[in-house]
């Protein structure tokens, strides 16, 4: 397909998601409504927000890790990385109690806490994909297992924390899209904002990493300083969503792999708004479908697990790892 | 000799151990002794160790096989979709047959059990024989898909404090009258020792086990049928402890080599061994509360199996 027709494609295709995911949004807002709209616009608003930031941060951290890690099947939730920020929450409860917790200005939190993360996604990452070769099974395997030792310490510190302090933790931590953490949107938001501008700047050199690491090292581009700061905003990204509805393991690669299929052109300025749509109207509109259809709440994440494990079994079977 | 001498001492000493801890404070003298310690001893402290004396054990022969069956090294219940579809199993006796008897939705849980096992091993075929961990992968996840059918049901129907119970082992529940069920997989052992030969035939794969002449389905399906068996057992009365049934086959065959013959009763010794040591800690460490069984195996066993797994990459370098 010559250049131009394809960039023509993509954006009738984007503008197409952007409309379902408008009619979405708007159904959302308004199916079902009864009584004071001032009322039911700001109580749904505050969800919709939500779930918005939620489809955006796990959409574009997905796209981005897969190119870093040229692959298409791993994302950071497979390689534990949600777990981790559940885990390092847990260890500091358990280290400074709730109250010690509460006391400590929420925006230092952050960004210690983002430290801790992004240092162990590098030591990880570099352990990991700097040996020649490895088997890209042994990979995805050591970062499911990462992953449940991960819960298990924290069900083992949950265990041994106090009874109060184990509730804080616990309403933050059962994966849900009804019951978002609507407190941390604000500071979410700018976070995202923030991040996502440093991303932006990392784009075109992450559209020639996609050609492979020493192809892109030979075309200029500093590998290691662009998968450092990828990393870094992965790891973010993944710790908003996560503070704000708990771990979901196959979100992400559902909607990253649902992007590649359906867009003409792997270029990320084509493929994010893409994977970010897609996120928004699976997860706005299934939350639509199932609250006003099917009324329930909360097993969004459920089905999501459901159809995201069998989609990962059909991709492993299939064979299609690089 | 020394070995036998010595793991006879260290599984006493053991077994001592865990009938003297606990919230109440019993004595040694109390284990001859009449009373309230003589009641918490036969009612509570003596049922509890033998549980996870034939959990462990169980398990252990469980992962064995499977490993046998599935011919690789890095399987076991509860990286193959059986534990999950056993709790399916319950998950569908309390909803349909909310009044039958433990034995009857035991057995339920071990069909479901069997059958989410023959769709793993289904599943497994299509896997080339190189690709070697693709196969727990495809297990875990397959166990993953299980378990979110399992609790969307479980959600719809109120269930899900149930459904955790199956899918966590704790055996701070376990008292007289509610642990007998164990002794099947005591039992299924001695199946399994007997006719271990089949299955380390059937481990060579299809084509070899049936020129030696090997009834091989027949096998595979002794085999599936243990393991089920033994899993939903100990699903039913404790809940799943991860992870026994693939290091501790590992690790003795490291010491001991493959001779199934040689070394099913040193892998049942082994995991009632591991099983009742991490049950003793965690009703150490936050005592007099407990940390149940099946949290100290997922830390300690998935540090395990990242070790072997990352050692066999070193070897396979």
Request: aromatic share 10%; charged share 10%; with cysteine.
């Amino acid at each position: 397909m010559h250049a131009d027709q394809r960039g023509r494609k993509s954006a009738l295709i984007i503008a197409g998601l952007a409309a379902l995911a408008l009619v979405s949004t708007v159904a959302f807002m308004t199916l079902g409504a009864r009584g004071n709209w001032s009322f039911v616009l700001g109580f749904r608003g505050v969800k919709l927000a939500a779930l918005l930031l939620v489809a955006y941060a796990i959409a574009v951290s997905t796209v981005l890790f897969q190119t870093i890690v040229g692959n298409r099947i791993l994302t950071p939730s497979i390689m534990g990385f949600d777990v981790l920020y559940i885990l390092l929450q847990t260890f500091l409860v358990f280290a400074l109690g709730a109250g010690g917790l509460n006391a400590i200005d929420q925006r230092v939190m952050f960004v210690l806490e983002a430290a801790v993360m992004s240092g162990f996604a590098l030591l990880l990452f570099r352990w990991l994909f700097s040996g020649a070769a490895r088997s890209i099974h042994l990979v995805m395997l050591v970062g499911i297992l990462f992953g449940g030792l991960f819960r298990s310490l924290s069900a083992f510190m949950q265990r041994l924390i106090d009874p109060t302090d184990f509730v804080v933790l616990q309403d933050r931590f059962f994966a849900s899209f009804n019951t978002a953490n609507t407190e941390l949107l604000g500071i979410s938001a700018v976070i995202i904002l923030a991040v996502s501008v440093l991303g932006w700047r990392l784009l075109p050199d992450l559209d020639v990493i996609l050609v492979g690491r020493e192809t892109a090292i030979a075309l200029g581009v500093s590998h290691k300083r662009v998968v450092t700061l990828t990393l870094f905003v992965v790891t973010i990204l993944v710790s908003v969503a996560t503070a704000l509805v708990g771990p979901v393991t196959f979100f992400g690669l559902l909607v990253a792999n649902l992007a590649y299929m359906i867009m003409p052109d792997g270029r990320h300025r084509v493929v994010l708004p893409a994977a970010v749509l897609l996120a928004a109207i699976t997860l706005v509109g299934g939350q639509t479908v199932l609250e006003r259809v099917f009324s329930f709440g909360t097993a969004l994440s459920i089905i999501v697990e459901f159809a995201g494990g069998i989609f990962f079994i059909f991709l492993l079977l299939r064979g299609n790892l690089r | 000799m020394i070995r036998i001498f010595s793991a006879i001492v260290l599984g006493l000493v053991l077994f001592l151990a865990s009938l003297l801890t606990g919230a109440s404070t019993l004595g040694l003298s109390s284990l001859f002794g009449a009373g309230d310690g003589g009641l918490v001893l036969l009612a509570s402290r003596l049922p509890r160790t033998l549980a996870l004396l034939l959990a462990g054990g169980g398990l252990a022969i469980a992962g064995t096989i499977m490993q046998m069956l599935a011919q690789n090294r890095f399987v076991e219940p509860s990286t193959a979709g059986t534990v999950e579809s056993a709790a399916l199993g319950m998950l569908t006796a309390a909803l349909f047959f909310p009044g039958m008897p433990v034995i009857g939705k035991m057995l339920l849980a071990a069909i479901f059990a069997m059958a989410g096992t023959a769709l793993f091993l289904r599943l497994v075929r299509q896997i080339p024989a190189r690709a070697v961990l693709m196969v727990p992968l495809t297990g875990i996840m397959l166990g993953g898909v299980i378990s979110a059918i399992a609790s969307f049901i479980a959600y719809r129907y109120d269930l899900l404090q149930s459904l955790g119970a199956w899918t966590n082992g704790d055996f701070s529940m376990v008292l007289r009258g509610r642990y007998e069920l164990l002794w099947i997989s005591f039992g299924l052992g001695v199946v399994a020792y007997v006719t271990a030969a089949r299955f380390t035939l059937a481990g060579l794969g299809e084509a070899v086990a049936i020129s030696t002449g090997l009834n091989y389905r027949r096998a595979m399906l002794t085999g599936l049928s243990i393991v089920s068996l033994i899993s939903a057992s100990v699903v039913v009365t404790v809940g799943s402890i991860p992870f026994v049934g693939l290091i501790v086959p590992n690790v003795v065959s490291l010491v001991m080599g493959d001779n199934l013959r040689r070394t099913l009763p040193w892998i049942a010794y082994s995991g009632a061994v591991l099983v009742l040591a991490c049950d003793i800690a965690g009703r150490l460490i936050i005592a007099p509360y407990e940390i149940p069984v099946g949290t100290m195996m997922g830390v300690f066993g998935s540090a395990i199996f990242l070790y072997l797994l990352l050692r066999q990459e070193a070897h396979a370098r």
